[in-house]
């Protein structure tokens, strides 16, 4: 029998060419062309790119690009001896100053920045929600989602859309990691978990399985979502202990100074005279 075993090949690093690894000062010439020589510093090495194509770098002086380096990308034909110059672009280095990555307004926005009035848009494709009818996440064409939209309205279906699998399980990892779940300190410390308490009022549907509403006000979570491992000191079960109940009658003092008889009779006496 034959080897029908699959070899895999890892592709080869392209070779530096000589040819473009010695043109720094081609490179130097087609940078200062096009941009101020002053803010063109040291040649810093050359990357190579591909199959004849190296970019060499140069340090960027400019005030306004500290540790950014210009790169001037060069390139040749096969059997050629003629550089090109294919691009020049200012990057960042490793300590280069740069923007943080752009987030869409829709999240960065948290749930303590919305006010009345405030909305927070949501996308159609958004991929925690599916149509209501479905119990999945099938996608839907545009035309189709339109169309299902219009029969749930004007049949009144229910919700046109509701929470899919991904959803349910986002909400469910977001609820239990948060400061309602089983591992905050609070719950760490308390004396039982919710799903023993009697504040705890159920939901329904799939995150009834490990989650429910607190309903004591005199807990920390009233009104929020509380896993049935969490909980805290306000317990349905804590009870004050029993010589607490009942204070201690006053005692009796041994000299009352206030009702004293010889008291009253010297008043009356000194009021007489």
């Given at each position: ?9 890892t592709p080869?690093?392209p ?9 720094s000062?081609?490179?130097r010439q087609a ?33 306004g690009?500290v ?9 040749r ?5 003629v ?7 200012l990057?960042?280095g ?15 926005v948290?749930?303590?920045?919305l ?26 064409d545009?035309r189709?989602?339109?169309?299902v ?12 859309r509701?929470l ?20 905050s ?10 799903l023993t308490?009697?504040?705890?009022v ?48 006053a ?10 008889d ?12």
């Amino acid at each position: 029998m034959g080897d029908n075993s699959q070899v895999t090949t890892t592709p080869r690093a392209p070779k530096p060419d000589p040819v473009l690894m010695a043109a720094s000062d081609d490179a130097r010439q087609a940078l200062t062309a096009a941009v101020d020589p002053a803010e063109v510093g040291a040649h810093e090495g050359a990357v190579v790119e591909g199959e004849r194509v190296v970019t060499h770098l140069f340090t960027s002086t400019s005030r306004g690009y500290v540790g950014w380096q210009w790169a001037v990308t060069l390139a040749r034909a096969p059997r050629q001896k003629v550089v090109t110059v294919d691009e020049i672009v200012l990057l960042p280095g490793q300590g280069a100053l740069t923007a943080p990555p752009w987030v869409p307004w829709k999240d960065r926005v948290d749930k303590g920045d919305l006010g009345p009035g405030d909305l927070v848009p949501v996308s159609a494709d958004d991929p925690r929600l599916v149509p209501g009818y479905l119990t999945g996440d099938e996608a839907l064409d545009a035309r189709t989602a339109r169309e299902v939209r219009e029969v749930t309205r004007e049949l009144g279906l229910g919700r046109e859309r509701v929470l899919s699998v991904e959803g349910r399980d986002e909400a469910a990892t977001r609820w239990f990691d948060g400061e309602n779940g089983p591992d905050s300190p609070i719950a760490q410390a308390a004396p039982a978990r919710c799903l023993t308490c009697g504040f705890m009022v159920r939901l329904s549907g799939a995150l009834a399985t490990a989650f429910g509403v607190c309903a004591n006000a005199s807990s920390p979570s009233d009104g929020q979502v509380v896993s049935y491992d969490h909980g805290c000191g306000a317990h349905s079960d804590v009870r004050l202990p029993e010589q607490s109940k009942h204070q201690p009658a006053a005692a009796t003092p041994a000299h009352d100074t206030l009702t004293s008889d010889a008291w009253i009779d010297a008043a009356v006496e000194i009021i007489a005279t």
